[in-house]
């Protein structure tokens, strides 16, 4: 057990079928359906890349014209131009880098803190995550908003990423606990035997053995805070706006924002299908490793 | 570990939690009696936020949505994420292609995708949809104004939301079956369906019951692809009780935030009663242990 985590953590969840398999009809057949199925999924964003390249004219033409236009990229030019997005999307982005780092920085110590102690613990931290996940965002955000207005951080990606940080505690502790937990005690013992204080056992060894688990927990908590619209939406007002919360006020006015907010959709959509191409071994890998198995 | 060394590590992260966490919700608990403003101290006035937001119909209303799309949503993505990780089981080469294109609807912003997806339905935008619905049967369906259409788009967004997320655990849970449990099932001659039903389900029943708890407690917190994909949605009856709340303490014009903060507190609670079959497994265990 120990072994797998540490040599081959992520990859080792999902292995191809073997390839000497005879492959029946029934197996083509389930193939295409899951194509199929994988085209379906994509379909609003095929949609949304051929509507945002069209002229605006042609672009919500009823019913829809696929052919005889020549493709343009002059929403994202219109954009780039015209509104505030390249603040927007640094914002977003120093938002979900700032917070990713500052809850695996509070969580890795405490995760590992938790792992140390007897079952029952963890049982309770596991509830307490899940209470916590489950809670209305409003019940924590709202109050957020009147503390952040009374302290003058307001509409900063400060506010922002202090929230996102602790709104996403218990899951990141949680997570990152059962890496831990699967790493023996003994481990702790020899280092401490060998001179090493309990932080330093933090240091040198677990947390080089944790790597894979830590950026899975990583890549969690980046995608949450890069997701999050319900907070940014009360958190913040024009200067520390974040892209999703900008998408929604293009929706309903002219064409051309319209256009805009399709074309912003886009550039948030490329570098995730990149992320979840290349993260999704470590999904898989924190999610049955670490959720399931805790 | 030392009583020291553990206060030490767990110090930081505990104190955000309280500071971030506990205190907010300690200050939304206050307000659900008082009567109150932002930036102004409230006064404090009983169960009358309680009563006034119980003799609301609308809260009924948003309550009952919310319910009918958490079990229909839940069915289905159970049901679903089964089958499509049983194919992706059985799948060569083709897994990883395959599995990140499904992975994009989990990872992109919810408001994202929900944006993409109501121009697929939105017949002023030339939607797709709408055009192969009225090429085929000659009907044009109002997605946006009609409650139960809109009910149907705004489900199918949401399994479609959440479903890779659910396909992938399950798809987890189905790899730690034991291959010789399947064959031994084959050997004793059950059918593919029986092999299902008695082998495979109940050995990876622990995964299917944190999916279902998981796509409850997110379906319960429908907010954001509302915000898209049912622009009317208080006067068609397809108001989540998140967007209520919303309408109710924040948005302009209405900062009812007494009466919106004992509409959190209430939905706190009939998610813990959702949640509660969950929650006395998990004691059980910690009682085990312990």
Same mark, same amino acid.
């Given at each position: 057990?120990?072994?797998?985590?540490?040599?081959?953590?992520?990859?080792?969840?999902?292995? !191809?079928?073997?390839?000497?398999?005879?492959?029946?009809?029934?197996?083509?057949?389930?193939?295409?359906?899951?194509?199929?199925?994988?085209?379906?999924?994509?379909?609003?964003?095929?949609?949304?890349?051929?509507?945002?390249?069209?002229?605006?004219?042609?672009?919500?033409?009823?019913? !829809?014209?696929?052919?005889?236009?020549?493709?343009?990229?002059?929403?994202?030019?219109?954009?780039?131009?015209?509104?505030?997005?390249?603040?927007?999307?640094?914002?977003?982005?120093?938002?979900?880098?700032?917070?990713?780092?500052?809850?695996?920085?509070? =969580?890795?110590?405490?995760?590992?803190?938790?792992?140390?102690?007897? =079952?029952?613990?963890?049982?309770?931290?596991?509830?307490?995550?899940?209470?916590?996940?489950?809670?209305?965002?409003?019940?924590?955000?709202?109050?957020?908003?009147?503390?952040?207005?009374?302290?003058?951080?307001?509409?900063?990606?400060?506010?922002?990423?202090?929230?996102?940080?602790?709104?996403?505690?218990?899951? &990141?502790?949680?997570?990152?606990?059962?890496?831990?937990?699967?790493?023996?005690?003994?481990?702790?013992?020899?280092?401490?035997?060998? =001179?090493?204080?309990?932080?330093?056992?933090?240091?040198?060894?677990?947390?080089?053995?944790?790597?894979?688990?830590?950026?899975?927990?990583?890549?969690?908590?980046?995608?949450?805070?890069?997701?999050?619209?319900?907070?940014?939406?009360?958190?913040?007002?024009?200067?520390?706006?974040?892209?999703?919360?900008?998408?929604?006020?293009?929706?309903?006015?002219?064409?051309?924002?319209?256009?805009?907010?399709?074309?912003?959709?886009?550039?948030?959509?490329?570098?995730?299908?990149?992320?979840?191409?290349?993260?999704?071994?470590?999904?898989?890998?924190?999610? &049955?490793?670490?959720?399931?198995? =805790? | 570990?030392?009583?020291?060394?553990?206060?030490?590590?767990?110090?930081?992260? /505990?104190?955000?939690?309280?500071? @971030?966490?506990?205190?907010?919700?300690?200050?939304?608990?206050?307000?659900?009696?008082?009567?109150?403003?932002?930036?102004?101290?409230?006064? +404090?006035?009983?169960?009358?936020?309680?009563?006034?937001?119980?003799?609301?119909?609308?809260?009924?209303? %948003?309550?009952?949505?919310?319910?009918?799309? #958490?079990?229909?949503? #839940? %069915?289905?993505?159970?049901? @679903?994420?089964?089958?499509?990780?049983?194919?992706?089981?059985?799948?060569?080469? $083709?897994?990883?292609?395959? $599995?990140?294109?499904? @992975?994009?609807?989990? *990872?992109?912003?919810?408001?994202?995708?929900? *944006?993409? +997806?109501?121009?697929?339905?939105?017949?002023?935008?030339?939607?797709?949809?709408?055009?192969?619905?009225?090429?085929?049967?000659?009907?044009?369906?109002?997605?946006?104004?009609?409650?139960?259409?809109?009910?149907?788009?705004?489900?199918?967004? #949401?399994?479609?939301?959440?479903?890779? +997320?659910?396909?992938?655990?399950? @798809? %987890?849970?189905?790899?730690?079956?034991?291959?010789?449990?399947?064959?031994? %099932?084959?050997?004793?001659?059950?059918?593919?369906?029986?092999?299902?039903?008695?082998?495979?389900?109940?050995?990876?029943?622990?995964?299917?019951?944190?999916?279902?708890?998981?796509?409850?407690?997110? *379906?319960?917190? #429908?907010?954001?692809?509302?915000?898209?994909?049912?622009?009317?949605?208080?006067?068609?009856?397809?108001?989540?009780?998140?967007?209520?709340?919303?309408?109710?303490? +924040?948005?302009?014009?209405?900062?009812?935030?007494? /009466?919106?903060?004992?509409?959190?507190?209430?939905?706190?609670? $009939?998610?813990? *009663?959702?949640?509660?079959?969950?929650?006395?497994?998990?004691?059980?265990?910690?009682?085990?242990?312990?």
């Amino acid at each position: 057990m120990i072994a797998d985590t540490i040599k081959a953590p992520a990859g080792s969840v999902i292995k !191809p079928a073997p390839r000497a398999r005879r492959r029946s009809a029934a197996s083509r057949i389930s193939a295409v359906l899951l194509i199929l199925t994988a085209v379906v999924m994509l379909a609003p964003f095929i949609w949304t890349a051929l509507s945002v390249t069209k002229p605006t004219d042609v672009a919500f033409a009823n019913p !829809p014209i696929l052919t005889g236009y020549t493709p343009t990229l002059k929403a994202f030019q219109d954009l780039w131009e015209t509104t505030y997005f390249a603040q927007y999307l640094i914002n977003t982005l120093v938002v979900a880098v700032l917070s990713t780092i500052v809850a695996l920085v509070l =969580g890795i110590p405490a995760a590992y803190a938790l792992s140390r102690f007897p =079952g029952y613990v963890s049982a309770i931290l596991l509830l307490l995550a899940l209470v916590f996940r489950s809670l209305p965002r409003f019940s924590v955000v709202l109050p957020m908003y009147e503390i952040s207005k009374s302290l003058g951080i307001y509409d900063t990606t400060f506010a922002l990423a202090a929230a996102l940080v602790a709104i996403n505690q218990p899951f &990141s502790i949680w997570l990152l606990r059962n890496f831990f937990a699967e790493i023996p005690k003994e481990l702790d013992e020899a280092a401490m035997i060998d =001179g090493c204080t309990r932080w330093g056992t933090l240091r040198r060894v677990m947390i080089p053995l944790m790597r894979p688990g830590i950026f899975t927990a990583g890549i969690f908590v980046f995608l949450f805070a890069f997701q999050e619209y319900l907070t940014a939406l009360v958190l913040t007002d024009t200067s520390s706006k974040t892209v999703p919360v900008f998408i929604t006020t293009q929706l309903g006015q002219t064409l051309p924002m319209l256009q805009q907010a399709g074309a912003a959709a886009m550039l948030l959509t490329l570098p995730v299908i990149a992320i979840s191409f290349v993260a999704q071994k470590y999904l898989v890998a924190g999610l &049955s490793d670490g959720s399931v198995k =805790g | 570990m030392r009583r020291r060394e553990f206060a030490l590590l767990m110090g930081p992260s /505990l104190l955000v939690m309280l500071g @971030l966490l506990v205190v907010p919700l300690v200050r939304t608990i206050q307000w659900s009696f008082q009567k109150v403003e932002y930036g102004s101290p409230g006064d +404090f006035i009983g169960l009358s936020n309680y009563s006034q937001a119980l003799s609301d119909p609308r809260l009924g209303r %948003a309550v009952l949505f919310t319910l009918l799309l #958490t079990v229909i949503v #839940t %069915a289905t993505i159970l049901v @679903l994420g089964y089958l499509i990780a049983t194919g992706m089981n059985g799948l060569g080469k $083709l897994r990883p292609y395959i $599995l990140g294109a499904m @992975l994009v609807a989990y *990872v992109l912003p919810n408001i994202v995708g929900a *944006v993409s +997806f109501s121009w697929l339905f939105d017949q002023n935008f030339g939607g797709a949809v709408n055009y192969v619905i009225q090429a085929l049967t000659g009907q044009n369906i109002l997605w946006f104004t009609e409650t139960w259409p809109n009910r149907i788009m705004v489900m199918a967004h #949401t399994v479609w939301h959440l479903l890779p +997320f659910s396909m992938l655990m399950i @798809l %987890a849970g189905l790899q730690g079956v034991p291959k010789e449990l399947r064959e031994a %099932a084959i050997i004793d001659g059950a059918s593919g369906r029986k092999t299902h039903f008695y082998v495979i389900i109940p050995t990876i029943r622990g995964i299917l019951g944190f999916v279902c708890l998981i796509t409850i407690m997110d *379906v319960l917190r #429908t907010f954001d692809n509302l915000i898209p994909l049912s622009p009317q949605a208080d006067a068609i009856g397809n108001e989540s009780i998140m967007l209520y709340v919303f309408d109710t303490a +924040f948005r302009d014009g209405s900062a009812q935030l007494g /009466l919106g903060s004992a509409i959190n507190v209430l939905a706190i609670l $009939l998610i813990l *009663v959702c949640l509660f079959p969950f929650i006395r497994g998990l004691l059980k265990e910690a009682k085990a242990k312990a």
